[in-house]
């Protein structure tokens, strides 16, 4: 494995094993991952989160290459057969993948990265590269996810269910992670999060 990264550096006597870590950061969707993963970006300035590659059709708000490169399904499956992505996954109807040149550019950089991917995704990564680091947030109930995803309003009421339907899924599968977060209240568990981090991260 070309990328295995030892946190404790013990030296192994190759003197530059500075490859940059990479952390996993999975929830379902409305427990409020990708404002925890921002605010990592802010508090760790010098880690970088991988803006991954989708074909589902941007937000309101969205800006390509800033929230997501946004992409059409044949340039996406010509990318698997390529071997472009790192990981990818059918997520909700749409396909999700991470480039892998990025992520392993900016690890032989010694620079952190951090992906806010599903758990298709983390499973693919925790396989590749065992030193990643994988945390996954929980929301504080289902009854909380529903409200969430509805209050957000980027949703229709059928997307809605199929989002909690695939929430329990994944949250079936939490304990593959190395962390859980509870996202009960987001200033603690932005604490949370950057803890976690920190304690991973070289000084
Ligand atoms: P959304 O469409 O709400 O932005 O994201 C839906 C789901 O796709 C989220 O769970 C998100 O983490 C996941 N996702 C986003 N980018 C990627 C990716 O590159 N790979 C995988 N496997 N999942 C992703």
Known sequence: MAHQHTT??????????RHGLLFIVSAPSGAGKTTLCDAMVVRFPD????????????????????????????????????????EWARVHDHYY????????????????????????????????FPDSIGIFIMPPSMAELKKRLQSRGKDDPGAIERRLAV???????????????????????????AGIIRRYRRP
């Open 8 to 17: 404790a550096d013990t030296g192994d006597g190759s003197g530059d094993d």
């Open 47 to 86: 880690m970088i989160q991988s803006v991954s590659h989708t074909t589902r059709h941007p937000r309101q708000g969205e800006v390509e290459g800033v929230d997501y490169f946004f992409t059409d399904a044949d340039t996406f499956r010509a990318g698997i057969q390529a071997g472009r992505w790192l």
């Open 97 to 128: 993948g991470t480039s892998a040149d990025f992520v392993e550019e900016k690890r032989r950089q010694g620079t952190d990265v951090l992906l806010n991917i599903d758990v298709q995704g983390a499973k693919q990564v925790f396989a590749r």
């Open 167 to 193: 929430a329990s899924q994944e949250m079936a599968l939490k304990d593959h992670y190395h962390h859980v977060i509870l996202n009960d209240d987001l200033e603690t568990a932005i604490h949370d999060l």
